[in-house]
C-alpha cells in the first residue's frame, strides 16, 4: 500500500509565504512524475506546478515566478515553496505521484493522490 500524506498548510497572510511537503511511504520502488494540484473553492482542480524524476519542473501561468517546486528522491518527499501568496490562491492542495511498487517484472507505475491540505490567503 502507498499513501501521501500533506504537510504545511494554514493560514497565511496575503505577500506571505508557506511551504507545502508530501511525503510518500509504503511499498515504494520508485516514484517517477511529483505534482501539487489545488482545487479553489466552487472551483475544479487544477494542475499547480509538476516535477519529473530528471526535476524537469512546470507550473502553472498563475503560480509561475512566485512558487516553487523541489523534490527529495532519498525521503520520497516533494515540496512546494509558495510565496507572495495571494487570495486567489486559497484552495485545497492535493499531492499526486507517479509510483512504482515493484522491482520486479514489468515496469509500471501508478497515481496516486494525497488527502489534501487547506491554504487560505487572508487579504
Known amino acids: 500500500q502507498v499513501q501521501l500524506v500533506e504537510f504545511g498548510g494554514g493560514l497565511v497572510q496575503a505577500g506571505g509565504p508557506l511551504k507545502l511537503s508530501c511525503l510518500a511511504s509504503?511499498?515504494?520502488?520508485?516514484?517517477?512524475?511529483m505534482a501539487w494540484y489545488r482545487q479553489p473553492p466552487g472551483k475544479e482542480r487544477e494542475l499547480v506546478a509538476a516535477i519529473t524524476i530528471r526535476e524537469i519542473t512546470n507550473y502553472s501561468d498563475s503560480v509561475q515566478g512566485r512558487f516553487t517546486i523541489s523534490r527529495d528522491n532519498d525521503k520520497n518527499t516533494v515540496y512546494l515553496q509558495m510565496n507572495s501568496l495571494k487570495p486567489e490562491d486559497t484552495a485545497v492542495y492535493y499531492c499526486?505521484?507517479?509510483?512504482?511498487?515493484?522491482?520486479?517484472?514489468?515496469?509500471?507505475?501508478?497515481?496516486?493522490w494525497g488527502q489534501g491540505t487547506q491554504v487560505t490567503v487572508s487579504s
Open positions: 499526486n505521484a507517479d509510483i512504482a511498487t515493484r522491482g520486479w517484472g514489468p515496469y509500471q507505475e501508478y497515481n496516486y
Open positions: 509504503g511499498t515504494i520502488f520508485s516514484i517517477g512524475r
